[in-house]
């Protein structure tokens, strides 16, 4: 960005932990710092921020910068996708694997990336027409998690924490149907990732090979398993190794459906998106986003055997 830069800062309160929005109050300085004068808007219900964001981009507004995790950024590119209008990101929130996933480590470095302005048009997954994510979206028990972390006793960190644990006990494996490439996989799941980027979830490299601007959606179907096979088999999806298990499956497609013998939610970004039967299409080089890579996203080795 030059020296006489402009954007509009969203910002969600309730985002992150009590450090996460204390660096809130701290963000038109630093940006100023950066030679970026800014307005701001603070979200005050949700959806708030995407119409926002839809707004300006219909008023031409050239950058937006948002503060706050994953389901924040899901707000806003609901708003924007599609447009001319630039993303920016700074990472608030819980979980910033959107984030991380650009090329965005940390909220300090985030500043001169910011100033640096180097943007990427990458890919969106359009839902049913009607909605957008940039990062994956989940059928089955980490939707299930996600839902049961809505209902905020605890922060969002310790909800998901202990919905993780409450549906690994209670979770029962669902009949699900996948359309895509001409061909169908049905059968019981304990969940579908459908993935734009590689990782979610604070880090789980659910699909190691995803790439964000490469006109395909990534899907890894985790079938039904004991519950001793999903507790040896979670630590290696840090490291993207969990593809090599007989009981896992990595597809790639433009587009897939999916129905379920029973109504499944499909959650991205710890937000509700849908509710079974759902397609999913990839909107190619959808959203401009500023980016942390000096030219290509670091290539991640991991086992393939994408179908």
Known sequence: MS??????????PIAGS???????????????????TCE???????????EVASELAIRGCETII????DGTINEVINGIAGTETVLGILPLGTANDFATNMGIEDVDSAYNIIKKRRTK??????????RFFGSTACLGFDAEVAAFARRRWLNPFWMHVLGGVWKFFSYKSKMVELRFN?????????LVAFGNVRSYARGMVINPEA????GFLDICVVG?????SVLSVFPSVYKGTHVTHERISQYRAEAVFAQSADPMHLYADGDFMATTPVRLEVAPKYLKVIVGFEDEAPEFEAPGNIR
Do not use: C
């Open 3 to 12: 020296e006489r830069s402009y954007a509009h800062v969203l910002l969600n």
């Open 18 to 36: 009590r450090k996460r929005r204390k660096q809130q109050a701290a963000v038109s300085d630093r940006l100023r710092e950066s030679g970026i």
């Open 224 to 228: 039904q398993m004991p519950r001793w």
């Open 40 to 50: 701001v808007t603070v979200s005050e219900h949700p959806g708030h921020l995407m």
């Open 121 to 130: 048009k990458i890919d969106l997954i359009r839902v049913n027409n009607d």
């Open 66 to 69: 948002v503060g706050g995790g």
């Open 182 to 190: 001409g061909q169908k996989s049905f059968g019981d799941i304990f």
């Open 211 to 214: 790439v964000f601007d490469d």
